[in-house]
């Protein structure tokens, strides 16, 4: 049965990640036979799309996502999504420009926004951001600081903006897409704490599942947990057998 399936870090171009981390030459190829035998009726794709800084350099790659099986598509960016920094110098207008280069039905920026899907009797909402996490080794620099905090805003924003959007809407179930995990929750052997993201989450009261990817060598990672009543899962496909994760059916 279709529904909402989710896959995260594709790193494109492919020939990147065969050479980086030894996967297998068909691991795309992998995913896209797989969306083609389920057919979803919504794919989130959590980060990491492609590796470059510009844009105009990356839009075979990005044409590529764009056309992956899935009647609509709703997508993050992640650490290595260069292109999306360096569309301008603040955080606001870097927003501004994805928001006016992707808001097409069929392949929508969820960044710090939010947006309702229906069919039939069924309504999902869904709203994103990037997220953050620290490098637990590292001191975090002031940059990181920054960083984390415009990501928390931006999260913020998406979680009101859907929340007042679901007053008329009700819908069935809200769904939060981000790239990093928003809590420690989802690794067995928890690291640095940092769960003022999955603490937003928890307060706005609304979100039922949130979707994440970035995580690929911690092995104590778990695929699918929940914490206090949200589910969390992982799409990041060198994790699921290059598959994509079910999410819901519709």
Same mark, same amino acid.
């Given at each position: 049965?279709?529904?909402?399936?989710?896959?995260?870090?594709?790193?494109?171009? *492919?020939? *990147?990640?065969?050479?980086?981390?030894?996967?297998? =030459?068909?691991?795309?190829?992998?995913?896209?036979?797989?969306?083609?035998? &389920?057919?979803?009726?919504?794919?989130?794709?959590?980060?990491?799309? &492609?590796?470059?800084?510009?844009?105009?350099?990356?839009?075979?790659?990005?044409?590529?996502? %764009?056309?992956?099986?899935?009647?609509? $598509? #709703? #997508?993050?960016?992640?650490?290595?999504?260069?292109?999306?920094?360096?569309?301008?110098?603040?955080?606001?207008?870097?927003? %501004? $420009?994805?928001?006016?280069? #992707?808001?097409?039905?069929?392949? =929508?920026?969820?960044?710090?926004?939010?947006?309702?899907?229906? +069919?039939?009797?069924? +309504? !999902?909402?869904?709203?994103?951001?990037?997220?953050?996490? =620290?490098?637990?080794?590292?001191?975090?620099?002031?940059?990181?600081?920054?960083?984390?905090?415009?990501?928390?805003?931006?999260?913020?924003?998406?979680?009101?903006?859907? $929340?007042?959007?679901?007053?008329?809407?009700?819908?069935? !179930?809200?769904?939060?897409?981000?790239?990093?995990?928003?809590?420690?929750?989802?690794?067995?052997?928890?690291?640095? +704490?940092?769960?003022? #993201?999955?603490?937003?989450?928890?307060?706005?009261?609304?979100?039922? /599942?949130?979707? =994440?990817?970035?995580?690929?060598?911690?092995?104590?990672?778990?695929?699918?947990?929940? $914490?206090?009543?949200?589910?969390?899962?992982?799409?990041?496909?060198?994790?699921?057998?290059?598959?994509? &994760? /079910?999410?819901?059916?519709?």
């Amino acid at each position: 049965m279709p529904g909402i399936f989710a896959i995260s870090d594709p790193h494109l171009p *492919t020939q *990147t990640q065969i050479n980086k981390y030894r996967v297998p =030459f068909d691991y795309f190829q992998q995913v896209i036979n797989h969306l083609e035998s &389920v057919n979803p009726d919504i794919l989130l794709i959590a980060g990491d799309l &492609v590796w470059g800084s510009d844009i105009a350099e990356i839009q075979v790659e990005l044409d590529l996502l %764009q056309n992956l099986p899935g009647k609509l $598509k #709703f #997508f993050i960016e992640g650490n290595h999504d260069l292109w999306v920094d360096r569309l301008a110098t603040s955080y606001s207008e870097v927003q %501004q $420009k994805m928001y006016e280069r #992707f808001s097409t039905s069929n392949f =929508f920026y969820i960044g710090g926004r939010a947006s309702i899907v229906s +069919k039939g009797s069924i +309504k !999902v909402g869904i709203c994103g951001a990037r997220g953050f996490a =620290f490098d637990q080794y590292e001191k975090p620099i002031e940059n990181e600081l920054l960083f984390r905090q415009n990501e928390l805003e931006s999260l913020d924003k998406s979680l009101i903006e859907l $929340k007042s959007k679901i007053k008329t809407e009700h819908t069935t !179930v809200n769904l939060c897409l981000m790239h990093y995990p928003p809590t420690i929750s989802v690794f067995e052997n928890q690291g640095i +704490k940092d769960e003022k #993201f999955i603490e937003q989450i928890q307060n706005i009261e609304i979100i039922n /599942k949130v979707i =994440f990817g970035h995580v690929h060598v911690e092995e104590d990672l778990r695929l699918y947990t929940t $914490k206090e009543n949200i589910e969390l899962y992982c799409a990041t496909i060198d994790r699921n057998n290059y598959n994509a &994760v /079910k999410i819901l059916d519709i």
